[in-house]
C-alpha cells in the first residue's frame, strides 16, 4: 500500500469513526504501528487531523476531506450519476456547477458527450454547453474542451475544495441567468433540506440555485438522511435528485410527496 492510499484510508477511518489508535490502526490497514504514527504526524503536520497520545482525532465536529482524498469514495456510483445527468441538460444549455467529487464528475461527463459527437447546430459559432463554476478543478478541466465555453466566478479559493467563495463569487452569480444548477451536497434531509459543511460554500450554491431555471441535486446514497452545518436551501426549490440505487425506498417515496423527481442509477 502506498502512502497517499494510506492517506486515504486514515482519512476515510478519521472520518467515519472521529478518532483513530495507532494499533488497532496499524492492524486494520495491515502495516507496523511506526508507519502509522509517522503518517498522523504528517497528517497532523498537514492540519488534516489532531495528534494525540496513541492516535488522532478529527478537527472539530463535522470533519471534510480535502476533495483530493475525496476522489475516490463511491467512485463508481459518481460515474454513474453524472451520466444520467448529463441525459437531463440540453444543448446549448447554461450549467451551473458547484464544486465537489460529484459535480467534477458531471463535467467529465459533460466533456466526453461533446467529445462524443454530440454537438451543437451552429458549433463554429455558439458552444455545446456554458458552464458556470466557482470550482478551479472543474475549470481547469474544462478549459481545453473549445466547444464548452467556461464562465469562473471570482472569489476567494478554499483549499479544501478548490471552491472560490465570498463577495466576488456572488457578484458574478447575481449577474448571470442559468439554465440548470447542478448542487453537490453534503447532506440531505427531507425536513431541512440540502446541506453542506461550510457556511461561505453553501451561501454561494444557494445563489447558483437562485439564479437556475432547474436544480438538480447530486449526491451518493450515503448523504441522504445525513445533516451538515450550513443549509444550502430547502426541498422546495429542488426539481430532481440524481442518486444511486442504494437509496432506501422510504426515502424515495418522500421526496417523491414533495414532488421532487428521483433519479436512482
Not at 444548477?181 to 453534503?186: F, I, K, P, S
Request: aromatic letters at 2%.
Amino acid at each position: 500500500m502506498s502512502k497517499h492510499e494510506r492517506w486515504n484510508a486514515l482519512l476515510e477511518l478519521l472520518a467515519a469513526e472521529g478518532r483513530l489508535e495507532v494499533d488497532e490502526t496499524a492492524a486494520s490497514l495491515q502495516v507496523s504501528s511506526a508507519t502509522i504514527r509517522r503518517d498522523l504526524d504528517e497528517l497532523a503536520e498537514q492540519q488534516m487531523l489532531v495528534r494525540t497520545r496513541g492516535g488522532a482525532i478529527a478537527h472539530g465536529v463535522s470533519y471534510e476531506l480535502p476533495l483530493r482524498y475525496k476522489s475516490s469514495r463511491h467512485a463508481s456510483e459518481k460515474q454513474r450519476i453524472a451520466a444520467a445527468v448529463v441525459e437531463l441538460v440540453g444543448e446549448g444549455d447554461v450549467v451551473g456547477l458547484n464544486g465537489g467529487t460529484t459535480t467534477t464528475e458531471v463535467a467529465r461527463a459533460l466533456a466526453l458527450r461533446v467529445g462524443g459527437g454530440r454537438r451543437h447546430t451552429n458549433e463554429a459559432t455558439a458552444p455545446a454547453f456554458t458552464v458556470v463554476t466557482n470550482a478551479l478543478n472543474i475549470a481547469s478541466e474544462l478549459a481545453v474542451r473549445p466547444q464548452i465555453k467556461i464562465v469562473v466566478t471570482g472569489g476567494v479559493a478554499r483549499p479544501q475544495t478548490y471552491e472560490l467563495v465570498g463577495p466576488l463569487t456572488a457578484g458574478v452569480l447575481k449577474e448571470v441567468v442559468l439554465d440548470v444548477a447542478v448542487l453537490g451536497v453534503d447532506g440531505l434531509d427531507p425536513q431541512l433540506g440540502v446541506m453542506t459543511h461550510q457556511e461561505d460554500e453553501a451561501s454561494i450554491s444557494r445563489l447558483f440555485a437562485e439564479r437556475a431555471q432547474r436544480v438538480v441535486v447530486v449526491t451518493d446514497s450515503s448523504k441522504m438522511g445525513k445533516r451538515a452545518f450550513a443549509r444550502i436551501c430547502g426541498l422546495d426549490a429542488v426539481d430532481v435528485i440524481v442518486t444511486d440505487s442504494a437509496v432506501p425506498a422510504d426515502m424515495v417515496a418522500r421526496l417523491q410527496d414533495l414532488g421532487i423527481k428521483v433519479i436512482a442509477v
